[in-house]
């Protein structure tokens, strides 16, 4: 099995990418379900980390290697810089989505203010847009 990524003891494989993505679908359901039910902090949270996990997805599929662990800001820009920008795999309407939706998270979780109603409707549009969007383009890197 190629490992893409590993730091310390812990090595990912390419079959990691189908337990990343339940991990994703997983937050995606929850962001769906929080924002029903009115809780729009933790649906923003939840959004973001749906798209977070279904990048790293995207990454070991594309054999883009971590070797300091799936760090968000490492993600994220290989996530844009190459995949989107470098090898066209993915819409340029997804560039600016997981920078959106951590500012979101950071409200939701670090912020005395609260995500709106708006904020947290539109960050689950755009999470499933996303990880639709890795969905979709399966194992073809």
């Known amino acids: 099995m190629e490992v893409v990524a590993e730091w310390g003891e812990w090595r990912c494989t390419i079959s990691d990418a189908e337990d990343y993505l339940a991990k994703a679908l997983e937050n995606l359901a929850a962001a769906q379900s929080d924002q029903t039910a009115g809780r729009y902090n933790t649906c923003a949270s939840r959004a973001y980390y749906a798209c977070f996990l279904a990048a790293i997805v995207a990454l070991i599929r594309a054999d883009l290697r971590a070797t300091s662990g799936w760090r968000h800001d490492f993600v994220a820009s290989r996530f844009v810089g190459v995949l989107i920008g470098q090898r ?19 409200i939701a979780d670090y912020a005395s203010r609260s995500v709106s109603k708006s904020r947290a409707e539109s960050a689950v549009r755009a999470a499933i847009r996303f990880v639709e969007a890795v969905q979709r383009r399966g194992s073809r890197q």
């Open 88 to 106: 066209h795999l993915y819409d340029r309407e997804l560039r600016g989505v997981l920078s959106d939706l951590i500012h979101n998270r950071h």
